[in-house]
């Protein structure tokens, strides 16, 4: 095994163990390259085929490569920041390594073994970079802002018959929390472990005084948000019953025990293999829900297919952004394991922006109120990224109904419970994400 510095220096970009100044670096050096158009950080991830992990990295080893095993580590908590002279590091609760470029032109690893009947290796695909998936035009303009839009968006219910609960509802909650009828729920996600895999937490956000956070880095910066995409998609999937003064309420699972797994830096980019770190974290302490509002316009890859299947197992569901970009869905949700959330505007219409393809839930994804880093406190985001949450939130309290309620029969609740929209699946799938009663 490679040995764990005392300290968490930065790495060569190709290094299995970059840090969060390294992932920054690599995508800088990436942009410079190619012009502004790589995906590529120009390390490999290889996806082990079921049961074929310990063969596999055995090999890696007996080539001489050092390896970093999650296992470990406490909770599988790996911290890429503290991976030493490791020249790969393996996540072995979704059977997966990740390794420099260097190292696996050292082993003996190709295209050609990957394809042999009894190698123990599925797939070798590029890793790509990630980034947090919310459209760029964000308003962060406290809460005056946030009861205008309120309104604003109850005035466009247009096109679908309204509920007629909308207006009592609309002064004590966002309109996303009333449209996925949260308000009138009876559960709270009390026991329910929530992970949310973005750019961390401000831990010390006075909504949250007294909740249970289990945090954890994988990009080697405090978990501590100072981006604030990834505190706003907390705040929706699990933020209070009832914030502070004339706040509405923006939370929907606010007893769920919060695992905030920092897979994105300050500037919002990580990589495969950050996220993948994240996921195997989130799946070895068994969190039910894992709602990951990140992406990249990259093909389906079989590691975050390995991952999404590994946790529908161990009776953990991933939900994740379709993406922005109105083309087809990105990457990890367009991986058959995982769960892809489009995005609806308040008239219940895709959002112009939400992309399409593979896509099984629709949620609430423009102008979404919820919580952002002090002092600002509250803000006003766009985006798939503020979908997946409200599903990751319905889906605790879902899972709150009943033991049995984990994994794929979650999954299967959530589209069996959705409310049927007027538009092709390729858009809103199921249609709209609803809690229940």
């Known amino acids: 095994m490679a040995k764990n510095p005392t300290n968490?220096?930065?790495?060569?970009?190709?290094?299995?163990?970059?840090?969060?100044?390294?992932?920054?670096?690599?995508?800088?050096?990436?942009?410079?390259?190619?012009?502004?158009?790589?995906?590529?950080?120009?390390?490999?991830?290889?996806?082990?085929?079921?049961g074929a992990l310990e063969s596999g990295t055995s090999s890696l080893q007996a080539d001489g490569l050092r390896m970093a095993d999650a296992r470990d580590f406490a909770d599988q908590d790996i911290s890429i920041a503290d991976l030493g002279d490791a020249d790969a590091f393996v996540l072995p609760e979704i059977g997966v390594a990740v390794v420099s470029a260097a190292a696996l032109q050292q082993s003996r690893v190709s295209a050609v073994e990957a394809l042999a009947a009894d190698?123990?290796?599925?797939?070798?695909?590029?890793?790509?970079?990630?980034?947090?998936?919310?459209?760029?035009?964000?308003?962060?303009?406290?809460?005056?802002?946030?009861?205008?839009?309120?309104?604003?968006?109850?005035?466009?219910?247009?096109?679908?018959?309204?509920d007629s609960d909308v207006e009592a509802e609309v002064l004590g909650a966002t309109w996303g929390l009333a449209?996925?009828?949260v308000p009138p729920s009876s559960r709270s996600g009390a026991g329910i472990r929530v992970a949310v895999l973005d750019t961390g937490m401000d831990l010390g956000h006075p909504d949250f005084t007294g909740r249970q956070f289990f945090a954890q880095t994988f990009v080697g910066q405090p978990v501590q948000d100072l981006?604030?995409?990834?505190?706003h998609c907390i705040g929706t999937a699990a933020g209070p019953l009832a914030p502070p003064g004339v706040t509405p309420r923006y939370g929907i699972a606010y007893k769920a025990p919060i695992y905030p797994g920092k897979v994105l830096t300050n500037s919002g980019s990580g990589t495969t293999g950050s996220v993948l770190a994240g996921?195997?974290?989130?799946?070895?302490?068994?969190?039910?829900?894992?709602?990951?509002?990140?992406?990249?316009?990259s093909p389906v890859q079989a590691a975050y297919t390995a991952a999404g299947r590994a946790a529908l197992l161990r009776g953990c569901l991933i939900v994740a952004a379709a993406g922005n970009h109105a083309g087809p869905t990105g990457s990890p949700a367009n991986s058959p394991t995982i769960m892809a959330v489009a995005s609806l505007d308040p008239n219940l219409a895709p959002s112009s922006f939400s992309c399409f393809g593979k896509i099984e839930i629709a949620a609430p994804g423009r102008d979404v109120y919820s919580s952002v880093p002090r002092p600002t406190r509250y803000g006003v985001k766009s985006g798939t990224s503020m979908a997946t949450p409200h599903v990751a939130g319905c889906a605790a309290l879902w899972a709150q109904t009943h033991p049995n309620l984990r994994g794929q029969a979650l999954w299967n609740?959530?589209?069996?419970?959705?409310?049927?929209l007027p538009y092709p699946r390729t858009r809103v799938g199921?249609?709209?994400?609803?809690?229940?009663?």
């Not at 981006?227 to 505190?231: A, M």
């Not at 974290?281 to 316009?297: F, R």
């Open 227 to 231: 981006h604030s995409h990834g505190t």
């Open 430 to 437: 199921a249609g709209l994400v609803q809690a229940p009663a």
């Open 413 to 420: 609740k959530l589209i069996a419970t959705a409310r049927p």
């Open 119 to 162: 190698s123990p290796i599925e797939a070798v695909e590029p890793e790509y970079f990630a980034f947090a998936d919310n459209v760029a035009t964000e308003y962060l303009r406290g809460f005056r802002r946030a009861v205008d839009v309120i309104v604003m968006d109850f005035e466009q219910l247009e096109d679908i018959e309204p």
């Open 8 to 50: 968490g220096g930065d790495h060569a970009a190709n290094g299995a163990g970059a840090n969060g100044a390294g992932i920054d670096n690599m995508r800088m050096a990436a942009l410079q390259d190619s012009g502004g158009e790589e995906l590529q950080t120009g390390r490999y991830v290889i996806t082990y085929k079921e």
């Open 179 to 181: 449209r996925c009828k």
């Open 279 to 297: 996921m195997n974290w989130a799946i070895a302490n068994q969190c039910a829900v894992i709602s990951m509002s990140l992406g990249s316009a």
